[in-house]
T-cell receptor, first 113, second 114 residues
Framework: AQSVTQLGSHVSVSEGALVLLRCNYS??????LFWYVQYPNQGLQLLLK??????LVKGINGFEAEFKKSETSFHLTKPSAHMSDAAEYFC???????????FGTGTRLLVSP | DVKVTQSSRYLVKRTGEKVFLECVQD?????MFWYRQDPGLGLRLIYF???????EKGDIPEGYSVSREKKERFSLILESASTNQTSMYLC?????????????FGAGSRLTVL
């Protein structure tokens, strides 16, 4: 069975600081991995996705994530946080088809001035 | 530029009432989904549909049913609402080739059952 674990339900950073949101997955076959973002009072939108091409994936708004098979990780990073990055971030995995997309429990990013 | 529209953003219902949550997409997508979002639990799949009149159970279908009479519309039905169904409900759609796996979400419907 596939699963995804997001470490830390809340992460706080200062504006301009590095953002690191952690995601570890479990899958018996090569996975597809995703990061979605949810701004307040909105639905989720795709930040980036890994589909077995380049291991370093660049997304929108300056975010990127690196697929590390040896560590079964897909951590999300951004070099410099902006106030507008405050949101909830979800990691998701699938390896058996779209109907089996499994989401993590989410990490809320708080950005202070 | 709205692509997935959920008709009700906030609903308050009483225990035992029948509740309809409507979702419409304008992208001609074959696949549509209903998720439930709860704090600390992330998103959990209730039902999905891969074609008109076709539906499949997700991980937590108990207490819910769905209807897809037209390609663009996917409805979630709570036959007899209970307080443990108080939650945020998210509709999503997906088209393209199977490998795309990218969901487009609506803004959500927050349901409170008293």
């Amino acid at each position: 069975a596939q699963s995804v674990t997001q470490l830390g339900s809340h992460v706080s950073v200062s504006e301009g600081a590095l953002v690191l949101l952690r995601c570890n997955y479990s899958s018996s076959v090569p996975p597809y991995l995703f990061w979605y973002v949810q701004y307040p009072n909105q639905g989720l939108q795709l930040l980036l996705k890994y589909t077995s091409a380049a291991t370093l994936v660049k997304g929108i708004n300056g975010f990127e994530a690196e697929f590390k098979k040896s560590e079964t990780s897909f951590h999300l990073t951004k070099p410099s946080a902006h106030m507008s990055d405050a949101a909830e971030y979800f990691c998701a995995v699938t390896s058996t088809g779209f109907q089996k997309l499994v989401f993590g429990t989410g990490t809320r990013l708080l950005v202070s001035p | 530029d709205v692509k997935v529209t959920q008709s009700s953003r906030y609903l308050v219902k009483r225990t035992g009432e029948k509740v309809f949550l409507e979702c419409v997409q304008d992208m001609d997508h074959e696949n549509m989904f209903w998720y439930r979002q709860d704090p600390g639990l992330g998103l959990r799949l209730i039902y999905f549909s891969y074609d008109v009149k076709m539906k499949e159970k997700g991980d937590i279908p108990e207490g819910y049913s769905v209807s897809r009479e037209k390609k663009e519309r996917f409805s979630l039905i709570l036959e007899s609402a209970s307080t443990n169904q108080t939650s945020m409900y998210l509709c999503a759609s997906m088209g393209g080739i199977l490998g795309a796996n990218v969901l487009t979400f609506g803004a959500g419907s927050r349901l409170t059952v008293l």
